[in-house]
């Protein structure tokens, strides 16, 4: 569950207790200029050009990079430039036929750093397909590798560049994994769940070949040096909800034969080859979301023969033994996120480490960690064959994101594609505090101080996960909210990255009282140390941010006003009804039907007879991931109980939120509740003297 991204919207809503497909009014206490004021500048905010990925070309000559279209939920450029003329504008490569901007991405560069491989719809529909193009764009238009009705993804060349690999689910276009909007399930649910297979590509035929066994659903893969096999993250289907099982495998790229290399404790992700192919690294740690990786480094030896053969059918029958990992990076106060083995001698890995990003290094066999380059800001990288040469996406708190190149830490900047925005704050600061004996780390921004000299109001937003992590990075809401006069603290508490696997796993079987007790105290130092008023306090988070939300207001009246998005009121009843169960189990350490005072104890819905703060529950009418069924049953038990409370059910949407209008009506609505039950202090009213006659 992770922190969705930000949202006037159309579709069947549940506005207090009626339902009803009319667009329901803001509170009568925002005035209508100022609600104006703040969708003028989400619009801005909104032409603002986000860059998707990154790609350093093989021989670090060319970087490649895909940005939006500012006004499109979905259409990118993919954009191209050599770095030796960086006084060129860059080219533009595109599938589509007329040239109009499409979803396109996924890019991935041919071993000689004359082609790009990626992923469009070429504007004919949903369906992405394989396209292969000249980088320089002198050689005609893309040429299409596929025709599959069905889910790509992941394409990546092979060594030689004679085939490009792909993740393939056939007959499937809705899958849309468990963040998106479930399919609507009727009849026999469920009976063959689909599966996602390695399968390549021929460049010179475009012939395809599913090459991994059906009975596996690949979730990542990485090509060895020599291209005669893929390691794959992989797990038994429903690959949504087993990914927190998924096994280190290697698979024979010629005949599907699969071997295991590595049976994990926790989760794992980003399987990255040793330059000889004798080794495999990957991350491994507490994660509770496909996709936001976070752990320490593993590293495993893989010989040339592999003996560990996996076969696979209504029963996976496994080997009993497998080679041993080793960490790495054990007790590193930091959260690695990304994987590059450049040099046999050194593995890279991009980190959080206290609220900050990082690139450190580390031999293959252990020993001290090196930080390359550590920053208050947010990075994304692809870094060079040699380990030095990169290029990144920055952006921050205050700057947009932009493309940079060059030595690790010696970066140049590329583009200048958000120039114009600019956002004005009045301090960003890292706060640091101690709770239960152990330092935590937040982000404070705050507005441009008010000329009445009054504090401001503040907001504390809640991370999802609970395994992620808040750094500085651009984003519209934080933006808003503090042009609206609002201070915004985003804590980092036990549970989430930054500060190594045991913070990570400090809040099993926990949940709600030792992060809680984290954000609380933050709350404190915050308070001591910053002009925010502490009678005018607000509280939001969306998935677990969303349980911690619930969680605060059945446990104290600090907080005047709330607003809790895709939040679990009751871990009991959500463990039934959701589709990615399997996450609970290590957190929890066994499931309900088991342990069930375990989630009793956590649950929001038990404490709900304490709450006294208005409070906001939005939720996507589809999510699979916290179904809305949760935000029915809390804002259910507030309006029995005579809380102020509303509840706002977005159409058709899963767990993050995709279509324009809901993520900008998300934000403003969040920030009319907040003005409603957050108003500032009246003026004074003068002092009317008595004169003697």
């Known amino acids: 569950m992770r922190v969705a991204s930000l949202a006037v919207a159309v579709g069947c809503w549940v506005w207090g207790a009626l339902a009803s497909g009319a667009v329901p009014a803001p509170p009568a206490s925002t005035p209508a200029s100022v609600r104006l004021e703040a969708s003028a500048t989400y619009d801005a905010l909104q032409r603002m050009v986000r860059i998707r990925e990154v790609s350093l070309s093989p021989d670090g000559t060319r970087v490649a990079w895909v940005e939006s279209v500012p006004g499109t939920a979905e259409a990118a450029r993919l954009q191209v430039r050599e770095l030796a003329h960086p006084e060129r504008a860059p080219v533009r490569i595109t599938a589509s036929k007329d040239g109009a901007p499409c979803p396109e991405g996924s890019l991935s560069w041919s071993p000689d750093g004359r082609q ?22 002198a050689g005609g238009p893309a040429r299409r590798l596929t025709t599959l009705k069905g889910v790509l993804a992941a394409p990546k060349w092979s060594p030689d560049g004679k085939v490009v690999g792909l993740l393939v689910i056939e007959g499937a276009e809705d899958a849309q994994g468990p963040r998106g909007p479930a399919a609507r399930e009727t009849g026999l649910v469920q009976a063959s769940p689909p599966v996602k297979r390695f399968a390549v590509v021929t460049v010179e035929d475009a012939r395809l070949r599913l090459v991994s066994p059906a009975g596996l659903f690949i979730h990542e893969y990485a090509w060895s040096p020599d291209g005669a096999r893929v390691a794959v993250m992989a797990s038994p289907p429903p690959g949504d909800a087993n990914w927190w099982n998924a096994r280190v495998y290697a698979v024979e790229a010629g005949s599907g034969e699969t071997s295991l290399l590595h049976a994990p404790r926790w989760q794992v992700a980003e399987p990255t080859w040793s330059p000889d192919g004798r080794r495999l ?34 029963k996976a029958v496994l080997p009993s033994k497998v080679p041993p990992a080793l960490d790495v990076t054990d007790g590193l106060k930091a959260t690695a996120t990304d994987l590059f083995w450049p040099t046999a001698e050194r593995l890279v890995f991009g980190a959080q480490a206290q609220g900050e990003s990082a690139l450190m290094a580390v031999a293959p066999g252990g020993g001290e960690v090196t930080t390359l380059w550590k920053g208050p800001e947010h990075v994304a990288v692809s870094l060079g064959k040699d380990g030095v040469t990169s290029a990144v996406v920055r952006d921050s708190f205050t700057q947009p994101p932009e493309v940079w190149t060059g030595p690790v830490g010696a970066w140049k900047q590329l583009t200048r594609l958000n120039a114009d925005v600019r956002v004005t704050v009045g301090d960003v600061r890292s706060v640091t505090w101690t709770s239960g004996g152990q330092p935590v780390q937040g982000w404070l921004v ?32 934080t933006a808003l909210f503090v042009a609206r006069g609002y201070a915004v603290f985003m804590p980092n508490p036990r549970g989430s990255y930054g500060q190594g696997e045991a913070f990570v796993q400090a809040n099993r079987r926990d949940f709600g009282f030792g992060d809680f007790d984290d954000v609380m105290a933050g709350l404190d130092a915050v308070l001591a140390s910053a002009p925010v008023d502490p009678a005018r306090q607000g ?25 809790a998005g895709a939040g679990i009121a009751n871990w009991q009843s959500y463990y039934g009804t959701n589709h990615i169960d399997t996450w609970m189990l290590p957190y929890f350490g066994a499931s309900v039907y088991d342990e069930p005072e375990v989630y009793t104890r956590s649950s929001p819905i038990n404490g709900v007879k304490q709450v006294r703060t208005p409070t906001l529950v939005l939720h996507g009418e589809r999510d699979v991931e916290v179904p809305a069924s949760q935000g029915y049953e809390f804002h259910k038990a507030l309006k029995t109980l005579g809380v102020k409370t509303q509840l706002v059910i977005y159409a058709d949407e899963g767990h993050g939120l995709r279509k324009p209008e809901h993520l900008k009506d998300r934000l403003l609505r969040t920030l009319d509740w907040f003005d409603a039950n957050l108003p500032a202090p009246a003026e004074p009213k003068p002092r009317v003297r008595a004169h003697a006659r």
Not at 463 to 469: C, E, I, S, T, Y
């Open 116 to 137: 790009l491989a990626f992923l469009s719809t070429a504007g004919e529909g949903r369906s992405r397909q394989l396209y292969v193009a000249d980088a320089s764009g």
């Open 281 to 314: 690294a990957f991350i491994e740690g507490l994660m509770s979301d496909e996709g936001n990786t976070g752990g320490d480094v593993f590293v495993v030896s893989v010989p040339e023969r592999l003996a560990a053969k996996v076969r696979f059918g209504e």
């Open 446 to 477: 705050l507005p441009v101080p008010d000329a009445s000299g009054r504090k401001a109001p503040m907001v504390t937003v809640v991370h999802g996960g609970p395994a992620a992590g808040v750094l500085s990075t651009f984003n519209p809401q």
């Open 539 to 563: 509280i939001t988070g969306w998935s677990y941010g969303g349980f911690l939300t619930m969680w605060a207001v059945t446990r104290t009246q600090r907080f005047q006003a709330a607003v």
